[in-house]
């Protein structure tokens, strides 16, 4: 999946961000906050009350996205008061923008968002498996936190239209440029040494073969679950999963706990029965239900992971190897990008992925970068958890100083964002004293 001058506030940063959510507390923090009463208000504002469990739900959605967890109870109570603020300015601004008849929010918009705040979310964490497990401490399934989202994500969406409108006029003069450069070019860090690139993607894909032997494995176990072989047993023995270790146990789930493409045959078994063989983005299941109650049911699954195999994988080098060639003798490199890089985005332009600040790469890419001498060489083949990339160098920048002349059009960026925040805490004050606004006690 993820950035100066002056350092905003937490006030001000939150904003832009229009989403600062809250935490999990380890040790005693978390347990004070899991027995806090859901009925009780921490804040009013306007006819609306702030209750501590949507403060609390804030602080969780904060540890999740942001990994923020105070090991203090001042800490607590500091981060605590800061999300609050930070929920009462937001209201303040959802007010304004639902009085607000001409701004739209269709549920297309809202579940386009929500994807992406997800998988915004998903990429911060190493490994899929890694965020849906921080979501299982968190209580969460991964329906449970999208349904959880998705009411702020909408109210996102009412503000963002609101502020987007509001400020679209503000713009600043040279003058006002000038200023900000005086006030504040002591302190505005010099501008890192950056680089252009484009790269060709060559994933390491599972054949058809490769998927053929492992659908024929799984149907040979199933096979063997259904002559009367025991299913936890060969769940140890043959299932790809962190379930394998307990036979296979997935506990007692609902189907909004799971894929629809796993949830839905699963709930179609009754007591004994064993699935077919079942496909989706995380492999081969086979599926056996233990007994069901209602909406929930106990299942065993026995996963087979398709992987790339040896020979998948040396297709992928033999592919690379002979793009290289033929970048070697002359062939356009942003020609190959398009027919074969498997990078949809950077696919449409030739590969060109744009400029980075040198230090800013994962450390695979800037080490061979940085030893590139000349702007059009082509480098690689490079092994990161996506594939093997070529990359082409095609433009570099020096490191420097910001200066008026070389980089007005940055400065007025930047004059243009502090203007924004200072119209925006104005704003905000406005709104507030007409609005009104009820803080409480959080102890």
Request: glycine share 6%; net charge negative.
């Amino acid at each position: 999946m993820h950035r100066s001058i002056p350092r905003p506030t937490a006030k001000h940063r939150g904003l832009f961000s229009l989403l600062l959510c809250g935490l999990l507390v380890l040790g005693g923090c978390a347990s004070t906050i899991a027995m806090e009463p859901v009925e009780r208000i921490v804040a009013i504002v306007g006819n609306e009350p702030i209750l501590a469990s949507e403060l609390a739900l804030q602080m969780q959605l904060l540890a999740i996205n942001q990994g923020v967890r105070p090991q203090t109870e001042e800490e607590m109570n500091q981060l605590q008061q800061q999300v609050l603020d930070q929920m009462i300015s937001e209201q303040l601004f959802l007010i304004e923008a639902k009085q607000d008849t001409s701004i739209r929010v269709t549920d297309t918009e809202i579940e386009q968002a929500l994807d992406e705040r997800v998988m915004n979310i998903a990429s911060q964490y190493p490994s899929e498996e890694q965020f849906l497990d921080e979501l299982a401490r968190e209580g969460l399934s991964f329906r449970d936190f999208k349904r959880r989202l998705r009411p702020e994500i909408e109210n996102q969406l009412y503000k963002q239209k609101l502020i987007q409108m509001k400020l679209s006029q503000i713009s600043v003069s040279r003058q006002e440029v000038l200023e900000f450069y005086d006030l504040y070019k002591d302190s505005i860090p010099e501008q890192a040494e950056t680089v252009r690139l484009a790269h060709i993607l060559v994933t390491f894909i599972p054949s058809q073969t490769t998927r053929d032997s492992v659908m024929a494995e799984a149907e040979a176990v199933r096979q063997n679950v259904v002559s009367g072989a025991d299913f936890a047993t060969l769940a140890m023995t043959y299932s790809d999963g962190p379930s394998a270790l307990i036979g296979g146990d997935l506990g007692t789930i609902s189907e909004d706990d799971v894929l629809p493409e796993f949830g839905r045959p699963a709930f179609m078994l009754q007591p004994g029965e064993i699935s077919s063989v079942i496909t989706t983005d995380n492999g081969l299941h086979i599926i056996k239900c233990e007994s069901k109650d209602g909406q929930r049911g106990h299942f065993r699954q026995i996963l087979f992971e398709v992987k790339p195999s040896a020979a998948d994988t040396q297709l992928a080098y033999t592919l690379i190897d002979s793009l290289q060639r033929e970048i070697t003798d002359g062939a356009d490199f942003r020609e190959l990008a398009k027919a074969f890089s498997a990078d949809d985005e950077s696919r449409k332009q030739g590969g060109e992925l744009g400029w980075f600040p040198l230090k800013g790469l994962p450390p695979v890419f800037s080490s061979v970068i940085d030893s590139v001498e000349q702007i059009g060489d082509v480098c690689g083949p490079v092994q990161s958890e996506f594939g093997l990339h070529l990359l082409k160098l095609l433009d570099r920048k020096e490191s420097r100083q910001i200066t008026l002349d070389d980089d007005f059009d940055r400065l007025k960026d930047l004059a243009r964002q502090t203007k924004t925040g200072e119209y925006v805490n104005q704003w905000v004050e406005e709104i507030r004293k007409r609005t009104y606004v009820e803080i409480r006690p959080l102890q």
